[in-house]
């Protein structure tokens, strides 16, 4: 039986084509890469948060990076008819009271975003992020362009 290594994850491996992956699929590449660490780094008191993965889920926004450091796939849908990677901001929803960033996928499934850290700028929390966006349309900002 001769041995086969596994293929190298590169910065496209890990790339979101809200167009072509379901949140099913963006969830389990989610979960299968997001503990992949630098060598040698270390974290002494990691926090509920804390991402020290040099393989983290990107997609863009303004022709500029975004890293998806914690998401998970929506427990209720939302109903508007919007292209993949849309993304909606909600203050506080159902069941959590917490803010989320729902981003449409294929089959019209949504993960929920909770951290992002954009290329250049320190991890924040989605309100954080919402905040600082310039370019709004109706509440809504496209990812993938």
Known sequence: MKLHRAPKITHETVHIDFARQTAQE???LFRGM???VRHLSVTLRPSAHSTCSQHALWTTFDG????LLDIRPARDA?????????AIFQKR??????ARLAV???????????????????EVG????WNGVKRKEDGRVLFGR
Do not use: M, Y
Request: hydrophobic letters at 35%; charged letters at 30%; a negative charge.
């Open 34 to 36: 997001s503990h992949q």
């Open 93 to 98: 929803f159902a069941g959590s009271g917490e």
């Open 26 to 28: 963006i969830d389990a």
């Open 104 to 122: 449409r996928c294929e089959d019209a499934t949504w993960i929920d975003v909770r951290r992002v850290q954009q290329a250049g700028k320190r």
């Open 64 to 67: 500029v990076d975004l890293r």
């Open 78 to 86: 939302i109903s508007e008819d919007v292209p993949p990677g849309t």
């Open 126 to 129: 989605v309100t954080d992020w």
